[in-house]
């Protein structure tokens, strides 16, 4: 193989990464609203925020890998053409273990990313002294004997980064950092506002407004904690005075279960109507193909080969038929990060274009696979249940199935400009034996 062709699907291979969320202007970034119920990120939480002359908190959701994160980079770069100042981060990347995590690591957590954000313009010794106060109970869990006397601020923080790093990275600390920071989550809340409100006066750029939005939430994984609740309940419902008190206009993403909960209308008390980024509609409720959401799947993947050639067609010679690549795109369901897995999964059983319908059957059952894992074997019944329904019933076993990304939720505007919702079973998973069996036991 020509040592050109080998760099082309190098290049095409990490042009498909599935875990890098696009930054805002990103020459390969589809807008797919018109295929995902005509929702607007900018609009539907941009300008409640912008509008607002008090504090917002919102939540934001969906299915993990929907792309969330590359539109909350995209309101990021709003908010701060609109003059605010925007703390942007990704809880699970540093702080948060995603199986395990509690309201305290998420607190610690915004702590750690603000004064870290904001370092050089707030005064952050009001939060500094509380950490001080506690420190003498919590240095052996940061594992170091450094005294918090005499450090500078900005050593300080590296100090309590090294507290929230250890929530993450050490389970056997975990607990033990949660039971000696949790009786002081209320008065840590007054100081870090007392940081933020010193903070506002002296934003740089003339900026006015500030916004904290904290990514990844929704990967945390249902847990039944010891008081027999699970955990998102105990997280953004127990605990969401204190999720929305902060000094700031807050974002939290939240897992797509405790949306489509029976807590529903307590999540729309505390915070209003949660905005949820659906599945690109490949197909329509009928099971027919959806021409334009196709065309945006397809659009997707030649914008980021465009990024590697220009010159090559996708019909014939980046795949080896245009039934390759449409075949490719249906199986995603519309879920552009099992799209992105997907292709990469197919290009890296090529050794020479065009990628084969061999290679990309081949990156299906790889796929398929995994869902067959996930799937335990009483719920084959409900999975073909809401195939024929179209509709996820509210209880545990449909949520499990709606988190783990089994069920896909799709939404579009009628002729009357309403929102309809939708849901169906994952492409993936309708080729998978014990789910035509299941399907075939419903039949009359």
């Known amino acids: 193989m020509p040592e050109q062709n080998i760099e082309l699907l190098t290049n095409i291979y990490n042009a498909f990464d599935p875990f890098r969320p696009l930054p ?10 018109e295929v995902r119920g005509d929702g607007d990120i900018l609009l539907d939480l941009g300008n409640r925020i912008k509008l607002s002359k008090e504090n917002t908190c919102q939540l934001y959701s969906g ?91 900005e050593a300080q923080i590296s100090q309590f980064a090294k507290l929230t790093a250890n929530l993450r990275a050490e389970p056997s600390l975990r607990e033990k950092i949660r039971k000696k920071v949790d009786p002081y989550t209320v008065t840590l809340i007054q100081v870090l506002n007392q940081f933020l409100k010193e903070a506002k006066k ?10 904290v939005i904290v990514d990844n939430l929704d990967r945390i994984a249902p847990i039944i904690t010891d008081s027999g609740k699970i955990n998102h309940e105990e997280i953004f419902l127990d605990r969401s005075e204190q999720l929305k008190a ?37 197909r329509t409720p009928d099971g027919e193909i959806c021409e334009p959401g196709l065309s945006k799947i397809k659009e997707i993947i030649s914008k980021r080969i465009s990024q590697c050639t220009t010159y090559l067609s996708l019909d014939t010679e980046i795949f080896d038929s245009p039934e390759t690549f ?38 299906i059952t790889k796929a398929r696979n995994t869902y067959r894992q996930t799937v335990e074997h009483n719920q084959w019944d ?38 309809q919702r939708w849901c169906d079973v994952h492409p993936l998973i309708r080729g998978i034996a014990e789910f035509k069996e299941a399907v075939a036991k419903m039949q009359p």
């Open 202 to 211: 002296k934003l740089p750029d003339g900026r006015s407004e500030l916004a």
């Open 382 to 419: 409900l999975l073909a249940k809401v195939f024929h329904s179209k509709r996820v019933i509210n209880d545990n076993e449909h949520r499990s199935l709606l988190f783990n990304r089994c069920f896909l939720e799709y939404r579009y505007l009628d002729k009357e400009y309403e929102i």
């Open 326 to 363: 449409q075949q490719l795109c249906l199986m995603s369901g519309g879920h552009v990060r099992n799209l992105l897995l997907l292709t990469q999964d197919a290009i890296a059983l090529t050794e020479e274009l065009p990628i084969s319908q061999r290679a990309v059957r081949r990156a």
């Open 24 to 33: 805002a202007g990103d020459p390969t970034y589809v807008d797919c609203r």
């Open 246 to 282: 902060l000094d700031c206009h807050l974002i939290y993403t939240v897992p797509i279960s405790l949306v489509y909960s029976k807590r529903s209308t307590d999540v729309r008390e505390s915070y209003s109507d949660t905005e949820v980024l659906p599945m690109i509609m490949v």
């Open 63 to 153: 299915h993990r890998g929907a792309g969330k994160s590359t539109e909350l980079l995209r309101l990021k770069q709003f908010l701060e053409e609109k003059n605010f100042y925007v703390v942007y981060f990704a809880a699970d990347e540093e702080d948060i273990d995603s199986e395990d995590a509690r309201y305290t690591d998420i607190l610690l957590a915004c702590t750690r990313h603000i004064l870290e954000g904001l370092k050089n313009i707030g005064n952050a010794n009001p939060v500094l002294q509380w950490l001080e106060g506690r420190w003498e109970d919590i240095k052996d869990l940061a594992q170091t004997e450094v005294s918090f006397q005499g450090m500078s601020m």
